[in-house]
């Protein structure tokens, strides 16, 4: 079992949202995509996306 101390700022993040969930439910459940929403995403999943390493957004935005 780890403890509270050996857990990165993600998997804190993720316990909790998945506490909320647990708690709360999912605001989504149950609700339907719009056809035309689910016709865009599909289309834009189909196309490769341009992936930024990191230290070029760095360079580019100007954070050292």
Same mark, same amino acid.
């Given at each position: !079992? *780890? =403890?509270?101390?050996?857990?990165? !700022? %993600?998997?804190?993040?993720?316990?909790?949202?998945?506490?909320?969930? =647990? !708690? &709360?439910?999912? /605001? %989504?459940?149950? &609700?339907?995509? !719009?056809?035309?929403?689910?016709?865009?995403? *599909?289309? *834009? &999943?189909?196309? /490769?996306?341009? *992936?930024? /390493?990191?230290?070029?957004?760095?360079?580019?935005?100007?954070? %050292?």
């Amino acid at each position: !079992m *780890r =403890e509270i101390k050996d857990l990165t !700022m %993600d998997d804190l993040e993720y316990l909790i949202e998945q506490k909320i969930l =647990e !708690m &709360l439910g999912d /605001p %989504d459940s149950g &609700l339907e995509v !719009m056809e035309e929403f689910e016709k865009k995403l *599909r289309k *834009r &999943l189909g196309k /490769p996306s341009k *992936r930024i /390493p990191h230290e070029e957004v760095l360079k580019k935005f100007g954070q %050292d």
